[in-house]
């Protein structure tokens, strides 16, 4: 382009030139201007929220938090109802505070009355025991009692044991034979005598 600017050339030729380049760039502008509106309508279009793809990625996100729902929800009725079973067994057997208060009271009273009981008693043992420490002799008693026995028994057995031996020494076994057979003679003669003769 410069060599043709350098060149010296008609003045018409310089203008249809000028004319053909000013056409060149219209046309360059007028394929810019397309290409951006182009352009720019694929950016429209891209730009667009695109509801449909939205709404059904929504319908099936929603479908697949229903079913994974209904399937974490299936456990928890099931136990619910079980607990609500639970519960209503448990109401039917359950004690209420005012029939526990009254259980209590009637324990209570129960309770009163068997350790009164339990005091009367003990009070009752404890005057039968002081009675008998009363009446009981103590054990070291009893056992100065038997020695004193045993005192006496062993004196009583040295006065017959002296008696025997002063017997013995003045009364042998022989004298005893002796006057037995001469008994013996006077009974028999005893009864000789008084026995009838026929």
Do not use: C
């Amino acid at each position: 382009m410069t060599d043709s600017l350098k060149q010296p050339h008609s003045a018409e030729g310089q203008i249809t030139e000028l004319r053909t380049r000013v056409l060149g760039v219209e046309n360059g502008m007028l394929r810019i201007e397309s290409m951006v509106a182009g352009l720019g309508a694929k950016f429209d279009a891209k730009s667009q929220t695109p509801w449909a793809v939205i709404w059904s990625a929504a319908g099936v996100v929603f479908a697949m938090l229903l079913g994974v729902g209904s399937l974490a929800y299936a456990p928890i009725s099931k136990d619910q109802e079980r607990v609500s079973s639970h519960l209503e067994r448990l109401a039917e057997t359950a004690v209420t505070d005012r029939d526990l208060d009254k259980r209590l009271d009637i324990s209570g009273a129960r309770r009163d009355d068997w350790q009164r009981g339990a005091e009367k008693a003990v009070e009752a043992n404890r005057q039968h025991i002081d009675k008998l420490d009363n009446e009981v002799v103590p054990r070291g008693e009893h056992e100065e009692h038997w020695r004193a026995v045993d005192r006496q028994f062993a004196d009583v057995q040295r006065q017959v044991d002296e008696q025997k031996k002063f017997q013995s020494d003045l009364y042998s076994a022989r004298d005893i034979i002796r006057d037995l057979n001469e008994r013996t003679k006077t009974l028999e003669l005893q009864a000789l005598r008084t026995a009838p003769t026929h």
